[in-house]
């Protein structure tokens, strides 16, 4: 995954499931890797073990977030697009309380390949590639 944002700056990431994920935060010059309950976070240069953080069983399921909000979105097909040379489908998004809208991109294969909020732009890819995540200390 690779998300940037005006806020963020880039932010690279790897998940590996169960419970590993990488993320290098390059306008913060931070990285962080997670393994099962221990976070690893380097600032500075230097990394810092931190166990007995799950962040990984923190994160929300979005399948089942979406589907607890059944009837508070609309979306639009908004057809066949080429984004950065990828043949993508586009829809809109809206939440009709928030009065939120995102588009998103689907590929061939019928995975979300990229997410469009504003100005924030989150790209989704390397599906099924091979990721190794191991401790740096």
């Known amino acids: ?70 009837g508070k979105f609309t979306v639009d097909d908004l057809g066949a697009k080429v984004i950065d040379g990828s043949a993508l489908h586009a829809y809109r998004v809206t939440n009709i309380a928030k009065k939120n809208v995102v588009t998103v991109y689907v590929d061939g294969s019928d995975r979300i390949a990229r997410i469009e909020s504003g100005a924030q732009v989150i790209r989704l890819s390397k599906f099924g590639e091979p990721v190794t995540i191991v401790p740096p200390l």
Do not use: C
Not at 1 to 22: C, E, K, L, Q
Not at 58 to 67: D, F, I, R, S
């Open 1 to 70: 995954m690779t998300m940037v944002s005006a806020t963020s700056g880039t932010i690279d990431g790897d998940v590996v499931n169960p419970g590993r994920m990488h993320m290098v935060m390059t306008n913060r010059s931070m990285e962080v890797i997670v393994i099962d309950q221990t976070m690893y976070m380097k600032q500075n240069g230097s990394w810092r073990k931190f166990p007995g953080v799950d962040i990984m069983k923190a994160q929300t399921n979005p399948l089942q977030n979406l589907a607890a909000a059944k």
